[in-house]
C-alpha cells in the first residue's frame, strides 16, 4: 500500500516568514495529493489539493509542488500569520480513492 | 449543506461495553470513510464505503470491529467489546469521487 512520510514534524516561524513541509510518497500510480490543516480539537480540513498533471497550485498565501519523478511535494505558506497555527497533514492516493495520511507538522507561528 | 454529522462528540464507556458510534454523510457523496487518530498512530483508515458499499475494511484492527451502511444517509461503526486502547478520536468522512474528503467533527471515545 502507499507509505507517506512527512517532514519536519515540528515547525516554528516567525510571523510573517515563510513555512514548508514536505512529503514523499512510494506509490507511483499515486495521483492526487490533497494537504489538510487540523486545529486543536477540530476535524482536518482541506486547504489545497494537486492532481499529477499539474506541477505546482496556489492559492493565496499558500501553494503546493508535486516532482512526481521524484515522489515528492511540498506545501508551502508565505507571510504566515498567528492563526496559521495547527497541525498539517499530507496524503496521496491514487485511483482506489484512499488517502493515505503523512504522520502531520505541527507549525507554531511566534508573534 | 450541514456537512458530515457524527454522534455522539463524546463517548465514556466501561472496558467491555459495546460501543456505536454514527454518522451522517454529505448528501450526493458517493464514498464514506471512517478513520481513527491516535498520537501513536495517526490518521489510520478503519474501512471505506463506495455507494454504500463495503470495498475495503483491511484498516479494521481485528473482529471487535465492524461497520455498516445501511443507506446513502447513513452509517455506524461498533465496537464490541470495547478496550482502552480503542480510545481514539474517530472521524467520519464522506466525498464525491476523489475531490477531497469533507470529514465530520469527531467521536472522542475513551474506554476506562
Known sequence: GENVEQHPSTLSVQEGDSAVIKCTYSDSASNYFPWYKQELGKRPQLIIDIRSNVGEKKDQRIAVTLNKTAKHFSLHITETQPEDSAVYFCAASSNDYKLSFGAGTTVTVRA | ?112
Open chain 2, 1 to 112: 449543506d450541514a456537512g458530515v454529522i457524527q454522534s455522539p462528540r463524546h463517548e465514556v464507556t466501561e472496558m467491555g461495553q459495546e460501543v456505536t458510534l454514527r454518522c451522517k454523510p454529505i448528501s450526493g457523496h458517493d464514498y464514506l470513510f471512517w478513520y481513527r487518530q491516535t498520537m501513536m498512530r495517526g490518521l489510520e483508515l478503519l474501512i471505506y464505503f463506495n455507494n454504500n458499499v463495503p470495498i475495503d475494511d483491511s484498516g479494521m484492527p481485528e473482529d471487535r470491529f465492524s461497520a455498516k451502511m445501511p443507506n446513502a444517509s447513513f452509517s455506524t461503526l461498533k465496537i464490541q467489546p470495547s478496550e482502552p486502547r480503542d480510545s481514539a478520536v474517530y472521524f467520519c468522512a464522506s466525498s464525491f469521487s476523489l475531490y477531497g474528503y469533507t470529514f465530520g467533527s469527531g467521536t472522542r471515545l475513551t474506554v476506562v
